[in-house]
């Protein structure tokens, strides 16, 4: 196994990692947004294929971005998915702003800049038993409107079977109290992009309920959970393609998946396998491992069409599937879950989940 750092800015100031291991899979990280770049694992064929979609340097990344930015790769914070209200987020007793970067009073993904933005200090672990890189990001107090100062710790490791994991570790460094909840956003298309969309793949879920949204508005949790049986959403019965009904929903209101699927109510002492995808014409299969109690199925509804990324692939709609493990998201408006986003002194936030690649 080895590691090699090399520029991914012309100025230098930002790098990336390659990790590899005996198979010749590679593991490709930026220290901007502590993000993926490349995954280059060979087919059933011996084939190698990058199965994740992105650009090939920061300032490509940065000019998709006036196109569109489905945050490809990245780590995201302080919390992930979608807080509403976000004008008045309860947080030590005291109400805190935060930015509107979705209609109708949300605050996505951290906010206008969140992890996904900024430039992480990087080292390297070790480069071998596993090659590891770790990532540190120091978020200010008000940073995005969030309380206290924090800090987020995100280790990613390249296994010799075939395996990315990533841990997380936060911390509050200053402050009362301030909210976490961080996430991964890689996409992944198992062809190599061979096969334009996902509509091919096959997933299974080991989730058999998944969390209601407000009637008022599709995209923000109630924290009531609810059977997937004999709903669209009942990948736990039987592995499903995604053709299956990935485009029978309102296209005006929510097309594709992007629900909030629960392997468990609160996150597991271990962890254990919550979803496979695998594609038939690359014989290559996703698994999914974390101990995290949510994980949110997004097949990339709204990927712009013109954004031309590595390889000179055109991404689009369903172009690749996320699969995003966390605590609930809007978890701070919600009593039951609130407890598990809260970050005090002294408390040491953590998280781990596997994305592991083998052959079907």
């Not at 011996?46 to 199965?51: E, V």
């Not at 701070?332 to 953590?350: A, M």
Request: net charge negative; hydrophobic share 35%.
């Amino acid at each position: 196994m080895a590691i090699i750092k090399q520029p991914f800015s012309q100025d230098g100031s930002v790098d990336e990692y390659v990790l590899s291991n005996a198979n010749g899979t590679q593991l490709h990280l930026t220290n901007w947004g502590a993000r993926v770049t490349r995954f280059l694992v060979k087919d059933s064929k011996g084939i190698q294929l990058d199965i994740v979609p992105g650009f090939a340097s920061y300032e490509e990344w940065q000019e998709s971005l006036k196109t569109d930015d489905p945050y490809f790769g990245a780590t995201i914070g302080r919390v992930a998915g979608r807080i509403h209200p976000c004008d008045k987020v309860d947080v030590a007793g005291e109400n805190h702003v935060l930015p509107e970067n979705q209609p109708n009073n949300v605050c996505l993904h951290g906010g206008r800049i969140g992890f996904d933005k900024k430039v992480f200090a990087a080292e390297v672990v070790t480069e071998s038993n596993p090659a590891s890189i770790r990532m540190v990001c120091i978020s200010l107090d008000g940073d995005e409107g969030f309380p206290g100062k924090a800090e987020l710790v995100v280790t990613y490791s390249l296994t010799e079977d075939n395996a990315m994991h990533i841990e997380y570790a936060g911390k509050l460094i200053e402050g009362v109290e301030t909210i976490i909840n961080p996430t991964n956003h890689t996409y992944w298309n198992l062809t190599g992009f061979e096969e334009p969309t996902i509509h091919n793949h096959v997933c299974q879920l080991t989730a058999d309920r998944y969390m209601l949204t407000k009637p008022d508005h599709i995209m923000i949790p109630t924290g009531e959970l609810a059977p997937v049986t004999g709903t669209m959403l009942d990948f736990a019965t039987r592995p499903r393609k995604y053709s299956e009904g990935l485009e029978s929903f309102d296209k005006d209101t929510l097309r594709g998946f992007d629900h909030i699927f629960a392997a468990s109510e609160a996150p597991t002492d271990n962890i254990r396998q919550v979803a496979s995808v695998w594609s038939e014409t690359s014989g290559l299969r996703l698994t999914v491992l974390t101990d995290q109690p949510a994980l949110i199925m997004y097949t990339g509804n709204w990927i712009s069409d013109k954004l031309v990324g590595k390889y000179g692939v055109r991404y689009g709609n369903y172009s690749a599937v996320a699969l995003e493990t966390q605590r609930f998201p809007n978890s701070v408006n919600i009593p039951k879950f609130r407890s598990q986003v809260l970050l005090h002194p002294g408390d040491v936030f953590k998280q781990r989940t596997v994305y592991r690649i083998d052959h079907l």
